[in-house]
Structure formats: C-alpha cells, structure tokens
C-alpha cells in the first residue's frame, strides 16, 4: 500500500511551495488588493512551466500524472497567490479528459506555453447550482452571461457550461472573438479578480458531450478540494503561530483550552479532508468507479476545514485580526471564492448522497 | 498512489484468509444471544490457541519472545481479515497488546521467562491496572501505594476502570513508591497476582447497563522484588511504554459499530410529515457528514498505514481517530433517534438497525472518555502535533506528598 503522492508530484509541491513561500503570500495579497500588477508573478510561473506541467508533451507540456495539478492546486491555495493557475489547471483537465485530438492541438500548446489563458465558468449570478446552466446554445452560438467568472479579465479562452438541444454540457468559447464581452464583477474576494462574462451569439464549440459533464465537475472538485486543502492549512498555520506568541493573562493564549482546542479542531477537520482528498486524488488518475462519491466527499470536507479554519483565524487573533492591517481577511474572503467557485457545501453533499444511493442500488 | 497490498503482504493475506475460512467458519455471524460469561472465556481461550498454534498470535513481537518476528504491516493484514469475522478477542487484547509487551521491555528475566509464553498461548489473562478514582486523565496522580518490605513490596489502594479485572490472572499495576518525590517521580509498575490475598476486583456497573470493568481494591498485597518493571521511580516511563501501545491498539471505529450506512438504512424505513425521510435534505446532508467522518476516519488510518508500510512511526495524528469516531458515533445515532421520534426512545421495538443505534447512543458516551478523554486527546493533537505550549500544572514539581490533590 502507497497512499501518498509519487515523488514527482511530491517534488513539484516542493518547489511550488518554496517558490510561492518566497513571491506569493498575504503580502503579495495584499499588494494586488491595493492596486498592484499580477501580470510579472504569472510570469515567471509560466516560466516554471507550471501550467505545462499536465500538457502531453506533445503539444508541448511535461505530460505528468492528475496528481501533479493536485499539488499545483494546494500550493496556489496556500500561498494565494494571485494568478490564474487554478483556472488554467481546471480548463487543462477539461481538454485532457474531453477534448477531441483537434480541440487539445488547438489550445494546449498555448496554455503551455502561457500565450494563453484559460478559465472555467459556470455560475451565472444566482441561485443556481453547477447542474443547471441557463445560457442557451443553439445554431453553434451561445446567448447567456457567466458571473463571477475569476481571472476571466486577462484570458482568451473561457470553458463555460450551458444548455444545448441535448442538455447541459461545456463548451469552449473563444474570448477575442465576436459576442464577447468581459467587464470586472465586484464579489467578497479583493485578491482574485472576477469577471460577468456576457456572450451575445458567441461562437460555442462543444467540449465532451452532456453525459461527460458531470465527469468534469468530478475533476473540478477533486482539484477545487486541494486549493480548499492549502488555504485552510495556510490559515490554521496562522491561527496556530499567533496563539504561541500571543500573551494573555499573564500566559501564551495555546495554553488555554479554549484556543488549543480550536487549534486541535482545525487539524482534526484538516486531517479528514486530507484523507477524502488524497483518496480523491487516487480515483481521479486510476480511473476507479468510486470517482464521484470521493470527489464529492472531498470537495465537502474540504469546505468544512476551509470555513472552520478561516473563521477561527479570525476568532483567535482577536480585535486584530478584525482589522482591515491584518492578513486574517484573505483567508475569510477567500473562502467564500472557493465556496462560489463550484457549488457549495449543500450541493455536493447531496451529489455524495445521492452516489451513495446508486452505488447502493447497483449492490442490491 | 497504490492501495494494493505488495506481494508479499498479498500472499500473507491470502494465506490468512484460507486459515480464517476453515477455522473460524461459527463465528461468520454474530452470536444470537449474547455469550455467558463463562461461555465467553471458554471461547476466547479457545481461539486464542486455535491461533497460536496457527502462528497467528504475537505477529509483530521478536521470535525470541515467542513471536513471529513479521512487521506491523502483517499484524495488521492479519487483523483486518480477523474482523471479517466476529471471533472473541477482546480477553486478550489488552494483555497482548499493552501489558505484555511491557512485561517483555521492562521485566526481570526471571518474569519474561515465566509468564510471556503463557499469555501468548492464552492461558493466562491480564489486565492494566492504572485509573483511580482520584486519577483519570490526570494518571500520574495515582495514590495507591507499593511500601518495600525485606524483598517484597506490599500494595495498599484502589484501582478503577480495570478492563476484565474480574476475569484475569495477572495485572501490571502502577503505584507510588515515593509519596515525597513530584508526581511523575515517585511511582513504580509491578507484576501482580490478580489471584493473590487482599486483591478483590468487583464489577462496576455502567451507565448503559453492562459491566466491562472493574474496580480492584487492593490491601496488603505482598509482591515480589522480583516482579518489579523498570527501576524503581521509574513508573511513569514505564507507563508510557505501555499508553503508547495502546496508543496504536485503541483508535479505528469499534468493529460492527453503526455508521452512516445504517443511517441510511433507517432513514429508508422512515416516513416523516414532510414526506419519506430520505427525501429530506437535512436526513441527506446529515449522511454525508457522518460519511465524511466515518470514511475520513479510515481514510487517515490508511495513511497511517502506508507510513508503516514504508518504515516510518504513525505519529500522534493518530489521535484524530477516537475523538472523531466517538463524537460521530453520538450524533449520528441521537439524529437517528430523532428520526425515529418516539420509537427511537422505546427499547422493545423490532427493527434491528435501531436497536444498534440506541446501543451505539449509550456506548459513545464512554468511547469519549475511555483511553483518553476528548479534550486530553486535544490536548496532545495540540500540544504534540501543533506545538502549542502543555496546560499550567501547578502540582507538576511539588513533592507529591505536599501537592493540593495529596
């Protein structure tokens, strides 16, 4: 038995966090929050070759397994870090997993080479879940809008889901051409930029069909757990470090029970969202039939660690950490990004249940 | 990432599982009507040796102390395919996994040499006499009292919480030697006679109605030199030798326990006013947080395991395990109660899955304080795995003898 990452994916995780350690972090938030330029630090990661690393290495990528955007994922969560890696990580996995041979020549070259930039995009403002899409497709055009859309502002390819004679399904949508329009949507999140994406009879090519879309969201989730995974981490982190310095009382604040047991609960909820996102990671790269229900699992108690570490953050740093000054406000806000990023917690427990319910059918 | 077993844990399991299937083939299904104490020591003595003749007992203990020399990957192979099965183990489990190897690691050669072999062939019983009343969480202030008498020692005091006291021949006991020393300091393990003069074990009734344990009271018990583990003052290092077996035996969710498929299960039966309860959306969201718990649980066991598998130490992340099982173990079974409305709360319904639940419901309330308490297992998450600094103990330096408690 080997439940852990290979020692490629391990060694890229080394060198993103090492890397993203040094040039992302609150601070980098915290600059872009204030105006600063994201373009040099996409650079440079491109530079990496990071958005290559799941690219065959004949369109010009590294060709390394699911896990490697697994660990890309997490470290992006952790460190924050203001560029679209985990769009671009989210669109690579829709062109491997259901792409046409023509469709992956078309734009993975690019997305490798960082000449372009792809999103993902399914909410459309409201109330809706990822299952249901209102933009309409029909005579090769699509006529909806998507909101918030992240990173969508500097991209030039959006994979977006909407309804076509056969249902719901992706669809890639080309940015610099005609019925496209993208202007900023403000959302919680001050660090990752948002976008409405408007499209007026854009043109719409198919990705995979309606049955593969819910294979997509699959993917989505397994990846969108580990970037829940690094930001909750990241934030018990911070939790942790301010109750070893913090003095009240005449003592360090993590020698009450009341803060350690906090602390100890964040781990608690960390270690179990570890577990389902591990095995996640697993189902996704070999195939296994348990896909869904891991996914949806994961993505769940990913959820539950993010938003108990992120607003426990807050709750141990005290009046500080209330301030507009300190750092606890990316991991709160960035929360509720990774909540609006695909579905809540409400939705996938109710995906996990209902493969529950049909794993169990099948058994009977 | 690869959850197949290597080759050679494969054939191991294989091997197992062939022995398992032509040995253990009364014991597929649980037992209709619960075991008679006596029943349940014929049978358990009997497994016991079914295995040791079979090389299945001591699997990860050196081969000189009788034991199979094989790695904890093989222990585990071999447990896993036991609980296939609801065979009786739990006589042995705590001497075999906690008492004997500290007999083996601290004893006198003279002891390892006359009781180790014993055990291990399921002769003889034992049992861990730690808790007082006065020291639960807080064992290192433990009371009883070992005073040195020419070469013995004579043992004055009160045990509690003793695990199958009652049915054991043996017992490694801690005692404070020197009530002058700080806490930690003054105490002493022995090997005693569970059967000797002054020692009187008397089951204590549980809040659930069954009776598990034990208090042992002990009056002018007389122990030989001898039969002394480690040195003496050295009682606390001794101990944790033992804690941190049980560290590895006590954890996982206990087998045949309900989980979030017999939530399931039941909430299919169920019909609420607002439609059949599986219909629900907090039924449906409530069985996936007991999924996520209880699979979560396995899950960083698994880990666990693979760090094993590759020679690395399962550290004290481990703890996560009985804090998660046991608190979800409560909840999930009160909602199911819910569910249930007043048929949750009446004892002579027929559906079987209920019947659990309610089991599980009052057996959770001692799984969270059993073999460390939920906030100590914080604690140590806490302090052990996040570095957070330990509790004030004001007593911890005091002589013993001078502390608030003594």
Sequence with gaps: ????????????????????????????????????????????????????????????????????????????????????????????????????????????????????????????????????????????????????????????????????????????????????????????????????????????????????????????????????????????????????ERVAFGQKIGRYQGVKHKCADMFIKLELARGHALHAAWAMESGAPELRQAAAAARVASLDALAFCAEENVQIHGGIGYTWDSDCQFYYRRNRALVAALGSRTFWAERLVRSLEQRNAVAA | MDFNDTTDDAAYRATARTWLAANAGEYRDPPTVPYSRDEFVRRSRSWQKAKHAAGYTGITWPKSMG?????????????????????????????????????????????????????????????????????????????????????????????????????????????????????????????VDMHAPGVEARPLKQMSGGSDFNEVFFTGVRVADSHRLGAVGDGWKVALTTLMHERLAVGGKPSHAPGYATLMALAASIDTDTGPAMAQRDVRQRIAASYIADEGIKLTQMRALSALAKGQVPGPEQSISKVVVAKTMQDMAAFAMDLSEAGGFVTTGTDPDLARLQGSYMASAGLRIAGGTDEILRNIIAERVLGLPGDLRPDKDLPFNASVAA
């Excluded at chain 2, 500290?102 to 034992?126: I, K, N």
């Excluded at chain 2, 013995?152 to 020197?178: E, M, P």
């Design chain 1, 1 to 244: 038995m080997d439940f852990d990452f290979s020692d490629d994916a391990k060694a890229l995780r080394d060198q993103a966090r090492k890397f993203l350690d040094e040039r992302a972090g609150p601070k980098v938030a915290r600059a872009v929050m204030d105006g600063g330029d994201r373009a040099p630090l996409w650079r440079e990661v491109v530079d990496l070759g990071w958005p290559a690393a799941r690219v065959p290495e004949g369109h010009g990528g590294v060709g390394m397994s699911s896990e490697a955007a697994c660990v890309l994922a997490e470290e992006t969560g952790r460190s924050l870090a203001p560029v679209p890696l985990m769009q671009s990580l989210l669109a690579t996995e829709a062109l491997l997993t259901l792409g046409s041979a023509a469709q992956q020549a078309r734009w993975l070259p690019g997305i490798a080479d960082g000449s372009i930039v792809a999103v993902t995009g399914w909410a459309e403002g409201g109330a809706a879940s990822p299952a249901v899409a209102n933009a309409r497709v029909s005579g090769g055009t699509v006529r909806g809008s998507k909101s918030p859309v992240a990173d969508a502002a500097a991209a030039h390819l959006a994979i977006i889901s909407a309804t076509g004679d056969d249902g719901i399904q992706l669809y890639l949508v080309d940015l610099t051409g005609p019925g496209v329009e993208v202007a900023p949507v403000a959302t919680l999140d001050l660090v990752r930029a948002h976008s409405i994406v408007t499209l007026t009879d854009a043109p719409a090519d198919p990705l995979g069909s309606p049955g593969s879309y819910h294979d997509w969201l699959d993917r989505a989730a397994v990846l969108s757990a580990f970037e829940a995974l690094g930001t909750a981490t990241a934030a018990m982190d911070m939790a942790v470090a301010y109750a070893k």
């Design chain 2, 67 to 191: 034991g199979q020399g094989l790695s904890p990957m093989h222990s585990i192979v071999f447990s896993q395919e036991q609980s296939r099965y609801h065979t009786p183990t739990s006589l042995f489990d705590i001497g075999l996994g906690m008492c004997i190897p500290t007999v083996f690691t601290h004893g006198q050669p003279d002891a390892v040499a006359r009781y180790v072999a014993p055990a291990l062939a399921g002769d003889e019983v034992w049992c861990q006499l730690f808790s007082e009343p006065a020291a639960g969480s807080d064992l290192a202030g433990i009371r009883t009292k070992a005073v040195k008498d020419g070469d013995d020692w004579v043992i004055d005091g009160q045990k509690v919480w003793t695990t199958n006291a009652h049915l054991s021949d043996f017992g490694i006991i801690v005692t404070r030697t020197d009530p002058s020393a700080p806490k930690h300091k003054g105490l002493t393990m022995f090997i």
